[in-house]
T-cell receptor, first 113, second 111 residues
Framework: DTAVSQTPKYLVTQMGNDKSIKCEQN?????MYWYKQDSKKFLKIMFS???????INETVPNRFSPKSPDKAHLNLHINSLELGDSAVYFC????????????FGDGTRLSIL | GESVGLHLPTLSVQEGDNSIINCAYS??????FIWYKQESGKGPQFIID?????DKRQGQRVTVLLNKTVKHLSLQIAATQPGDSAVYFC??????????FGGGTRLMVKP
């Protein structure tokens, strides 16, 4: 009955590779998000996406791209991975109308060797 | 293993005492605020929220206070329990429903 699920939970790869992280939500929400949490626990928004609009945090490199096959999924593709991409990535979802809290997955820890 | 977040401010309380965690936010136009709890190896978990037309909201054992004049939020936890040990984040909602998080406070509860 997991609400927001991400796979994989851990991802270890080499610099320069391309990788994807998958996210699915079964809450019927219309908006999904990706956040990055660094080693100091600081959480930063990367993307906000619903079927009408993609909002990109201007600090996110264009090597990162969200892909949404349907309303319940928002995958994160990362090209040409760099050492500084090592972090925990969280997916979240919410209803866009009204002030509703976002629900988070348990994160994907990405380690770049 | 998971990084410890060595630079996080830490609040240490005795079990049964009340805890108060403070947060300053940046955008005076923000109209929705949320407190999240993050346990080790888990994602942020919703605790309580408050809209800008309120200055106080109570949940079960938790109370959020909002002071818009000084852009300050606080989370009060009554009768703190060992299971409350976690990192706590405040967040403000902006354009596109995107959340801007505070830096987090680690709460340690001593039995």
């Amino acid at each position: 009955d997991t609400a927001v699920s991400q796979t994989p939970k851990y991802l270890v790869t080499q610099m320069g590779n391309d990788k994807s992280i998958k996210c699915e939500q079964n809450l019927g929400h219309d908006t999904m998000y990706w956040y990055k949490q660094d080693s100091k626990k600081f959480l930063k928004i990367m993307f906000s996406y619903n079927n009408k609009e993609l909002i990109i945090n201007e600090t996110v490199p264009n090597r990162f791209s969200p892909k949404s096959p349907d309303k319940a999924h928002l995958n994160l593709h990362i090209n040409s991975l760099e050492l500084g991409d090592s972090a925990v990535y969280f997916c979240a979802s919410s209803q866009v109308n009204g002030n509703q809290p976002q629900h988070f997955g348990d994160g994907t820890r990405l380690s770049i060797l | 293993g998971e990084s410890v977040g060595l630079h996080l401010p830490t609040l240490s309380v005795q079990e049964g005492d009340n805890s108060i965690i403070n947060c300053a936010y940046s955008n005076s136009a923000s109209d929705y605020f949320i407190w999240y709890k993050q346990e080790s190896g888990k994602g942020p978990q919703f605790i309580i929220d408050i809209r800008s037309n309120m200055d106080k909201r109570q949940g079960q054992r938790v109370t959020v206070l909002l002071n818009k004049t000084v852009k300050h939020l606080s989370l009060q936890i009554a009768a703190t329990q060992p299971g409350d040990s976690a990192v706590y984040f405040c967040a403000e909602q902006g354009a596109g429903n995107m959340l801007t998080f505070g830096g987090g406070t680690r709460l340690m509860v001593k039995p």
